[in-house]
């Protein structure tokens, strides 16, 4: 029997070759990959309420009897409108319908039905356009799918109940019955009925815990081994000593933590394994500086390092305040993206490949198959959130384990962060440099937005510059949201008279440096982005931000975001705009409305929301895990790392019963889409 991953999602009856194509695109090119294609949601319509006991303005599912044949009628504007009334014996409920003109034939006079919608109390109580279902469907829990245009939840659910029917019996499961007793999981394959069909809510939850578990288990799994990995001999120790001479090139005076960070660093560059080390530094704190500190001590010991960002705006920027420091001091700078002339990036490669060049900055250009180092001793990411584990890996297998530095502005909980970077040691940059002042922030309703521009307009007047951040919105999405070319055009007219530019992720790299270059100059006054500023950017003279729907970013997220501004010597103001008023996203706003510190954010995101936020976001460049994005449990989180702690240590993950186990740590780390699955 070949395994479920290898099996083509055609050999499933009903899927032919337009829908292979729609399968592929939502992540499940095969069987196997279907099956761990987990609903992102579930319908209960296991447990209908009289209509009387129904809550209001929520979901629910009530029975109840059509009491009346349904009427249509057409109304102004073309429409047809169906009305229906309903009883449970005890309350009456109104339903209405439009452009739907199979309602009078689906809706059986006398017959019952299952009713799923929200119910309002206007004019006694009344459901519009409810989902509907014959009264068999009353014990299901109905799976609702990443659905694509073309392939409807329905159709995905069709599939893989095709699809549970093809796993072998007996299934072999990646976490052996020992340890699955050890940590009460269940079975994979009672696992997999149940995330898909689930029998009952708790049958619900015995399956995404086992799952999750799964998830955390295979992570913590394979960063435990990159660490192993790593434990060799250093092969570019540095003597132990503060680079004082590089110290003296810096227009200003190292903060206490950059001092504690260089020296860390320097220590672990000279001691016996190569350096393995966290930069955790707020927005602002001056990491690249440490960077460069510990770069110039390598470079004067004859090797080379690399510095990668993940933009090219960013990339642009370091190497210019790089090379300004360090060029006349007689090190060798160059720069690495994809806009470079091709001409021009060969002639640089060259100079690399010789060990002309002492510090190569660059974007993942830097791993290109035609880069080559002389001699690389000191590899730095970053923003080391936004790339891959894999990513690091590859830069450092351009040299001979050297040393690597990689540097997050995420606040990450301390909790998570053990987990996170597990194979790494951390240094916290908790110091700002001195004279910054704290960034003033406020929250108001869209309602407000023209007096927020008034205030945004006075930053403006006194010589200042803004961002205004508006949220990149998937095509054909609606609710409330402006797509960036629109709000542009509204920012515009009420801001005449004002140079305003656009950055947006899909222009190509040459047009955003362009757009960049001229808002750090000053060129531009008002520059209207999505998330593309949020790594890195620094133009102190911007004083004024407002960001448009600011319930749609994680708080880590508006951390960042907010962290562009309140970088000169001016009061900084960031203004956050709510486009929905639900209480749960006020609180997460009202919250981070009141700290400017972006650790007790992330402590206070990891509270309300749970990990999952947090490994849900892609904040934090490990490989995507599918579950664990909505886990809210923290205890299980630290009882998989437990178990994976047990496991390298007793040396159990090398024998025989662990071979799937491995098979999903491997594919985990070198997968690069979705798209492989151990089964
Ligand atoms: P981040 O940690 O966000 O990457 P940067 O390295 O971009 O921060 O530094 C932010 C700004 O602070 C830069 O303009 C940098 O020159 C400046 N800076 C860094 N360290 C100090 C310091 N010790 N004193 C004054 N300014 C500093
Ligand atoms: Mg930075």
Redesign the pocket.
């Known amino acids: 029997m070949p395994l479920l991953s290898d099996l083509p999602i055609q050999s499933l009856k009903g899927v032919g070759t337009q829908r292979t194509r729609l399968f592929e695109k939502i992540g499940a090119p095969s069987v196997g990959a279907l099956l761990r294609l987990y609903p992102r949601d579930y319908q209960d319509w296991s447990q209908p309420l009289p209509i009387a006991q129904a809550p209001l303005d929520t979901v629910c599912v009530v029975r109840a009897t059509v009491a009346r044949k349904p009427s249509q009628v057409r109304i102004p504007g073309g429409r047809l409108m169906c009305r229906c009334t309903v009883t449970d014996g005890e309350s009456d409920l109104h339903l209405t319908f439009f452009n739907n003109k199979y309602i009078p034939s689906l809706l059986e006079e006398g017959r019952t039905y299952l009713f799923r919608g929200k119910i309002s109390a206007r004019g006694g109580r009344a459901m519009i356009s409810p989902e509907f279902s014959g009264e068999e469907k009353a014990s299901a829990i109905v799976p609702v799918y990443p659905a694509t245009q073309g392939l409807t939840s329905r159709m995905i659910s069709h599939a893989v109940g095709n699809a549970l029917s093809l796993l072998p019996d007996p299934l072999d499961d990646p976490l052996p019955l020992p340890l699955r007793e050890c940590y009460s999981l269940c079975h994979l394959g009672y696992a997999l009925e149940n995330i898909h069909f689930p029998r009952s809510m708790e049958d619900l939850e015995i399956a995404r815990r086992r799952l999750i578990f799964e998830e955390f288990l295979v992570l913590q799994l394979g960063l435990m081994q990159i660490k192993d990995g790593r434990q060799e001999p250093n092969l570019h120790p540095i003597p132990n000593r503060y680079p004082e001479d590089f110290a003296a090139l810096?227009?200003?005076?190292?903060?206490g933590a950059?001092q504690r960070a260089i020296a860390q660093g320097v220590a672990d560059m000279a001691g016996k394994s190569p350096m393995n080390r966290l930069i955790q530094?707020?927005?602002?704190?001056?990491?690249?500086?440490v960077a460069a500190a510990l770069c110039w001590p390598v470079i004067q010991s004859g090797c080379q390092a690399a510095l990668m960002a993940p933009t090219e705006i960013l990339a642009a920027q370091h190497y210019q305040?790089l090379s300004a420091l360090l060029e006349p001091a007689g090190v060798r700078c160059a720069l690495f993206t994809g806009s470079i002339p091709a001409a021009e990036r060969r002639k640089q490669a060259e100079a690399l490949a010789r060990g002309e060049t002492g510090l190569a900055i660059g974007t993942h250009a830097l791993i290109g198959e035609k880069i080559a180092f002389h001699n690389l001793g000191l590899v730095i990411t970053?923003e080391q959130h936004r790339f891959g584990v894999n990513q690091r890996v590859a830069l450092a297998q351009k040299g001979a384990s050297p040393h690597l530095l990689v540097?997050s502005?995420t606040p990450i909980p301390r909790t998570l962060a053990l987990m996170a970077y597990g194979d790494l040691d951390v240094s916290v940059?908790d110091e700002l440099?001195?004279?910054r002042r704290q960034v003033e922030t406020y929250l108001i309703g869209p309602d407000k937005r023209e007096r927020a521009f008034r205030y945004v307009q006075k930053y403006l007047d006194e010589g200042r510059q803004g961002y205004l951040i508006c949220p990149l919105v998937e095509e054909g999405e609606t609710g409330g949201v402006m797509d960036v070319e629109t709000y542009a055009t509204l920012v515009r007219k009420a801001f005449p008279g004002t140079v305003v530019d656009v950055l947006h992720g899909k222009m190509k790299p040459a047009q955003k440096e362009r757009v960049m270059e001229n808002f750090a100059e000053g060129r531009t006054q008002l520059l209207v982005a999505t998330t593309v500023v949020e790594v890195?950017v620094?133009v102190?003279n911007a004083a004024i931000m407002l960001i448009e729907n600011a319930e749609r970013y994680g708080l880590s997220q508006l951390h960042q975001l907010r962290?562009r501004i309140g970088?000169g010597a001016w009061q900084s103001t960031g203004i956050l705009v709510a486009g929905s008023d639900s209480p749960g996203s006020l609180e997460r706003l009202r919250l981070f409305k009141s700290t400017n510190d972006g650790f007790a954010i992330a402590d206070a995101d990891l509270k309300l929301r749970g990990p999952g936020d947090f490994f849900g976001q892609r904040q934090h460049g490990l490989p995507q895990l599918k579950l664990a994005g909505s886990a809210m449990n923290l205890d299980l989180l630290q009882e998989a790392q437990k178990c994976a702690r047990r496991l390298i240590r007793a040396g159990e993950l090398e024998k025989e019963e662990y071979r799937l186990l491995r098979e999903e740590i491997r594919l985990l780390f070198s997968r690069t889409g979705s798209d492989r699955v151990a089964l």
């Open positions: 810096l227009p200003f005076r190292l903060t950059q530094g707020d927005v602002g704190s001056g990491k690249t500086a305040s970053d540097m502005a940059l440099p001195p004279g890195g620094d102190p962290g970088r």
